[in-house]
Structures are given as structure tokens and as C-alpha cells.
């Protein structure tokens, strides 16, 4: 079970989460807040026992890209999901500097959000296919010399694809392979960079310079 805590100061878009997390058989919602100083009496004052946060950065008094940061830094065990509206660059490099595991809009289906807490507890990089090519720009910037490529040429190629956010279906058409020839290609992916999720994938190729 993933012991999960909301910190939400929308009271509606809270209630909204809280129960389709108590809902959801493998997570064990943990407890809410409606601010960061609030979350902080809970998980940092008292230590309750908590794997992810997902954490809003609109909130009142302390952002939550601010509580973020000083949550990992008081508790780094914890991994913590961004859920927002924002899309701005700086915002979301912001966001993973300060010690986020994921980013993922309210926009999005809630299923992508259950991917992202998921994501985040084993210890992987979740990434909003819509904003996914903001902060892979950015990474690409800072990525390190390139390093011996474990990945075939067209495991290379199917990389790229995915690395912009395309949809398998959408990589078979442009690869001009089939539907499950792409996901086998993915799963070989997923082995040799040792990701457990696609957004993990590209950022540790982009890191390390092999796309």
C-alpha cells in the first residue's frame, strides 16, 4: 500500500481526490491539509508515517515548489507529486529542482495522476505528456558527455519519438512498425536504462547524453 497525503487548498478539488484515493485498493490515503504549514505540523512536527505527497503549488502563505523543498529536506524518504494548473517552464524545472518526483496536471485524468504517485514510491520520474517536452528541453541542456549507448539504432529512434510525448500508436505510424513490435522496442527500453516508467526513460537518456 502507498501511503499518500494531499495538500490541496481548493476544498473541492480536495474532496474530489480524497475519494477517489480512499478508493483506489493499492493506496492508503494518509490525511489532507489546505496549506503547507498546515502539512508540515502533520508530516514534519508529528512525522506521520507517509510515502508521497501530492502537493499543489498554488497554495496559501508557503508555495508548494517552497514546501517542497524544505519537506525533502526535513524528510527525504518522502516523495512528492506536483498536482497544478501551471505550465510554465520555470515553474516546472523549479518544481524538480526543489526535490519533486513528479509534475502532473489537474487537466489530465486522474489515472495519470495514480501513475504519477506510483511512479514517484518507486522511486521514478513522472513527467505530464503535455508538458513532458518543456523540461526535457531544459534537461538537454544541462545533460552530461555522451555516454556509450546500451540502446539499438532503432530503440535510439523509438527513444526520440517517445521523448516528445507521442502516444505508442502515434510511434508505430511515424516508425512505420506495428503497435506491438513499438512496445516490445519500449520494454527493451525500459530494461537497458533500468526505468520503470517512459518520462524515466528519456530523462536518464537525455541525461546522459544518448538522445
Given at each position: 500500500?502507498?501511503?499518500?497525503f494531499?495538500?490541496?487548498?481548493?476544498?473541492?478539488?480536495?474532496?474530489?481526490?480524497?475519494?477517489t484515493?480512499?478508493?483506489t485498493?493499492?493506496?492508503?490515503f494518509?490525511?489532507e491539509?489546505?496549506?503547507a504549514?498546515?502539512?508540515f505540523?502533520t508530516?514534519v512536527?508529528r512525522?506521520?508515517?507517509?510515502?508521497?505527497?501530492v502537493?499543489?503549488?498554488g497554495?496559501?502563505g508557503?508555495?508548494?515548489i517552497?514546501?517542497t523543498?524544505?519537506?525533502?529536506?526535513a524528510?527525504p524518504e518522502?516523495?512528492?507529486?506536483?498536482?497544478?494548473v501551471?505550465?510554465?517552464?520555470?515553474?516546472?524545472f523549479?518544481a524538480?529542482t526543489?526535490?519533486?518526483?513528479g509534475?502532473?496536471?489537474?487537466?489530465t485524468?486522474?489515472?495519470s495522476?495514480?501513475?504519477?504517485?506510483?511512479?514517484?514510491?518507486?522511486?521514478?520520474?513522472?513527467?505530464?505528456?503535455?508538458?513532458?517536452?518543456l523540461?526535457l528541453?531544459?534537461i538537454?541542456?544541462l545533460?552530461?558527455?555522451?555516454?556509450?549507448?546500451p540502446l539499438?539504432q532503432?530503440?535510439?529512434e523509438?527513444?526520440?519519438?517517445?521523448s516528445?510525448g507521442l502516444?505508442?500508436?502515434?510511434i508505430?505510424?511515424?516508425?512505420?512498425?506495428?503497435?506491438?513490435?513499438?512496445?516490445?522496442?519500449?520494454q527493451?527500453?525500459?530494461e537497458?536504462?533500468?526505468?520503470?516508467t517512459?518520462?524515466?526513460?528519456?530523462?536518464?537518456?537525455?541525461?546522459?547524453?544518448l538522445?
Amino acid at each position: 500500500m502507498i501511503r499518500v497525503f494531499l495538500v490541496e487548498d481548493h476544498a473541492l478539488m480536495r474532496t474530489g481526490l480524497k475519494k477517489t484515493l480512499e478508493n483506489t485498493p493499492d493506496i492508503d490515503f494518509s490525511g489532507e491539509s489546505s496549506s503547507a504549514e498546515e502539512a508540515f505540523a502533520t508530516l514534519v512536527d508529528r512525522k506521520a508515517p507517509v510515502d508521497v505527497v501530492v502537493m499543489d503549488i498554488g497554495l496559501p502563505g508557503k508555495s508548494g515548489i517552497t514546501a517542497t523543498r524544505a519537506l525533502r529536506q526535513a524528510r527525504p524518504e518522502v516523495r512528492v507529486v506536483m498536482y497544478t494548473v501551471h505550465r510554465v517552464e520555470e515553474e516546472i524545472f523549479s518544481a524538480f529542482t526543489a526535490g519533486a518526483d513528479g509534475y502532473c496536471l489537474k487537466d489530465t485524468t486522474v489515472d495519470s495522476l495514480l501513475l504519477a504517485i506510483r511512479a514517484a514510491d518507486m522511486g521514478s520520474v513522472y513527467l505530464d505528456p503535455a508538458i513532458a517536452h518543456l523540461a526535457l528541453d531544459r534537461i538537454r541542456m544541462l545533460r552530461q558527455p555522451e555516454e556509450d549507448n546500451p540502446l539499438s539504432q532503432r530503440e535510439t529512434e523509438i527513444l526520440k519519438l517517445l521523448s516528445q510525448g507521442l502516444s505508442n500508436r502515434e510511434i508505430g505510424e511515424v516508425a512505420g512498425i506495428s503497435l506491438s513490435t513499438v512496445k516490445a522496442h519500449i520494454q527493451s527500453i525500459l530494461e537497458k536504462l533500468s526505468a520503470s516508467t517512459r518520462a524515466d526513460a528519456a530523462v536518464k537518456a537525455i541525461k546522459k547524453g544518448l538522445i
